[in-house]
């Protein structure tokens, strides 16, 4: 849904299609996480939309028209079909910028019983360029990935960049069996508290003031649908 918002800025959309509205973005059929838009494509297979973002690079590939960039989650790495793709990928060159957001957290699972190695071993087993990020802070991870965007740009893909962050909330309605003192560790590096302090009192409650309103109306909006 962040990453959505992020592209679209669409609320009402997202909204009315995780109601069941035919308002919404794909009519009400995709629900939570089958999500598509111009530029933009989500499906609720884990670890399902990195072939369907190699199959876009190689669209941009032919046609000489940019690059594909995919998300996706630690957890994913435990599908076979990634390492088909990343296998494909690196022997066709494709413009595949991969971002992996590892929070060390599989949904309920700590990554140190379910994965043995790294992540970064996984993608330079297949001879991937990859860079990794200890960051919360938004500028540092932008001009991290605008330095490995514009480097496949030049030079070809595809690429990687693991960024470890975390996930403070629980990943469903009730599955968080998570150590509540290493959520309370994180809370003081999140992006916000990383960030907030660059903003003065007064811009920030504006701010979260104009975000809290719009969400309201957006929200009042959708339910009038």
């Known amino acids: 849904h962040g990453h959505y918002l992020a592209w679209t800025g669409d609320v009402v959309g997202l909204l009315a299609e995780i109601m069941g509205k035919p308002e919404g973005v794909v009519g ?36 000489g028209s940019g690059i594909s960039c995919v998300f ?15 296998n494909i990928a ?7 910028f991969v971002v992996v957001e590892d929070n060390a957290w599989s949904q309920s699972t700590p990554k140190r019983i379910n994965m043995a190695g790294s992540i970064a ?5 297949f001879d991937w ?3 990794e990020i200890e960051s919360t802070d938004i500028h540092e991870i932008s001009q991290v990935a605008q330095q490995e965007i514009q480097t496949l740009r030049q030079e ?4 990687a960049l693991i960024i470890n962050t ?4 629980h990943h469903s309605k009730s599955d968080d069996g998570r150590p509540q003192d290493e959520v309370q560790a994180r809370v003081a590096n999140e992006p916000l508290r990383v960030h907030g302090p660059r903003v003065s009192k007064e811009a920030r409650a504006a701010i979260e003031s104009e975000v809290q309103q719009a969400l309201q109306e957006n929200e009042d909006r959708v339910r009038a649908l």
């Open 129 to 131: 360029p990859v860079r």
């Open 121 to 125: 071993g996984r993608f330079q087993a």
């Open 166 to 169: 975390y996930r403070l909330c």
């Open 72 to 86: 996706v989650g630690d957890g994913a790495l435990g599908e076979g079909v990634v390492y088909e793709t990343l």
């Open 156 to 159: 070809g893909g595809p690429r």
């Open 28 to 63: 009400g059929i995709g629900g939570s996480q089958h999500v598509c838009a111009p530029g933009f494509a989500s499906n609720g297979v884990l670890g399902g939309t990195l072939p369907a973002a190699a199959g876009i690079a190689w669209q941009r590939q032919l046609t």
């Open 90 to 96: 690196r022997l066709w060159r494709l413009p595949l």
